[in-house]
């Protein structure tokens, strides 16, 4: 008789509980022997020469008291060590409310374990900015913007990190807005990132922002690492993580619940995104927890007018969510996706499994060129396992013109208690599988000899890059 499971998880808990209470008792003997007591821990990184608390500057953690000047006298002080080792601002434990802060190069943003900055309810205390322009127009209204509480343009080695402190963008009331058609300006993001370099955004919480959670933007070599990102599944486009016209970033070990896609891979929208011309490429996602019951872990587009290509994703497990990796695309986009790459996918309570649509009904203005039709070709998904799904595919290329070279390999879905009809919905494209239950449509044929789709065996030069960490060092003084 095979020994219960069960019973070993107790007693491998059991070990556990006793290791760490052992471990708890000696930390406690070997503090009581030294001779004085422990005092604040300092926060060291070896990559800052300078370091300051952002209570040097008048800051009050008590939830109330607006710190939007403290932030600003902070970081404009640090920014004169720019070019002198750079410098580290860290946010204590207290809650510190501001509205937006505007970072600075050569700088890190550390936030304490207990640290929680909180989004100002003030909406004086959030300027605008000018447009996007690969966008043309506000997406919640035309003609103007908020920036982000969290905001930096034309920086070069900045990092934003922690020992897991939190930014709570306190989204809520513009929620409330924007559902009631009451903004006149588009809602801020809570981090926003542009025309930067060796950003690194790692180790936080961040929760309830107001639209879009991290979103850096005409950015080169992008590390997001680490991030617990919360929002109810209800809340208006509260995507966790949108990299928009970037090259070579890196996005791992995160743990999204999102009202709108865990991630969203973007490049401009429509005739202003094909003017500006800057794609999205050189993309490795891995080790993704997606929870997203209304949308994707992945969305490549809907404003994907700059191109996307070269997007690599691995490791990615998706629960509750209504896809794993969706295309969005429409006539007037323009541009590309092409060459992505997907594996290891696993998928738990799902409405699609792979889904393509080429009729999103989404544009900046109707001046779009109706010839600009989108490329999209060579897509490819392996080693994909999925359980409790309502529809396998839906992939709806466009009229004239096709979606080609989709290859699909070594898929097993399991459907649900009442799946749709017509398991596989295929339309303009075309490719072919291998490998794949349940049986796909007539236009992805399965292939007689056994194969895997391609995935990438070089390494992007992002992934070779190290996070910029800092350590606690504590230090004791005598009786």
């Given at each position: ?32 022997c ?10 060291k ?38 070019s002198?080792?750079?410098?580290l ?50 997406r ?49 993001y ?8 060796h ?51 890196r ?74 990796i969706r ?6 986009r ?57 529809h ?50 007539d ?37």
């Amino acid at each position: 008789m095979e020994p219960s499971p069960f019973k070993s998880r107790k007693s491998h808990v059991k070990i556990e509980s006793w290791a760490i209470y052992i471990v708890g008792i000696v930390l406690l003997i070997l503090g009581e022997c030294r001779t004085g007591y422990a005092s604040q821990a300092a926060v060291k990184c070896t990559s800052r020469k300078h370091s300051a608390s952002l209570t040097d500057f008048g800051a009050v953690g008590d939830g109330v008291t607006s710190n939007t000047k403290a932030f600003k006298a902070a970081i404009d002080h640090l920014s004169l060590y720019a070019s002198d080792g750079g410098a580290l601002l860290i946010v204590p434990p207290g809650k510190w409310l501001t509205g937006s802060f505007n970072l600075t190069s050569h700088f890190t943003l550390f936030l304490h374990k207990d640290a929680v900055i909180l989004g100002s309810q003030d909406e004086s205390e959030w300027p605008f900015l000018e447009l996007l322009p690969s966008y043309g127009k506000g997406r919640d209204a035309p003609d103007a913007r908020y920036s982000s509480l969290i905001f930096g343009t034309n920086l070069t080695d900045v990092v934003i990190t922690g020992n897991n402190g939190t930014i709570d963008g306190q989204g809520a009331p513009w929620w409330t807005k924007y559902r009631a058609g009451e903004l006149n300006a588009t809602r801020p993001y809570l981090i926003e990132i542009m025309y930067s370099k060796h950003v690194q955004i790692f180790n936080l919480t961040l929760v309830n922002s107001p639209s879009w959670v991290v979103h850096p933007i005409y950015c080169r070599n992008v590390i997001i690492q680490g991030l617990t990102i919360l929002a109810p599944i209800d809340s208006p486009n509260t995507d966790g993580i949108d990299p928009d016209s970037c090259t070579n970033t890196r996005i791992e070990d995160c743990f999204i619940v999102s009202g709108d896609d865990c991630i969203a891979v973007k490049s401009g929208w429509d005739q202003y995104g094909i003017k500006f011309g800057m794609p999205t490429k050189h993309l490795i996602i891995r080790r993704l927890t997606c929870i997203s019951p209304d949308s994707a872990a992945i969305a490549l587009g809907s404003e994907m007018s700059g191109g996307i290509e070269d997007v690599r994703a691995e490791d990615i497990t998706a629960i509750n969510t209504q896809s794993a990796i969706r295309i969005k695309t429409a006539v007037g986009r323009g541009a590309y996706v092409k060459d992505i790459f997907a594996r290891r996918l696993v998928l738990k309570t799902m409405k699609y499994v792979f889904w393509m649509t080429g009729s999103y009904k989404s544009h900046p203005d109707p001046g779009f060129d109706p010839n600009a039709l989108p490329d999209i070709r060579a897509i490819n998904y392996r080693d994909v396992v999925a359980e409790n799904v309502s529809h396998p595919a839906r992939l709806e290329g466009i009229k004239g013109d096709t979606f080609k070279g989709i290859c699909i390999s070594n898929v097993t879905i399991t459907l649900s208690e009442n799946p749709n009809k017509l398991l596989w919905n295929c339309t303009n494209v075309e490719g072919y599988t291998s490998n794949v239950t349940p049986k796909p449509c007539d236009l992805l044929p399965e292939k007689e000899d056994k194969f895997d789709c391609p995935y990438p065996e070089d390494r992007l030069p992002i992934e070779d890059v190290a996070l910029k960490t800092c350590s606690f060092l504590t230090t004791y003084r005598s009786n």
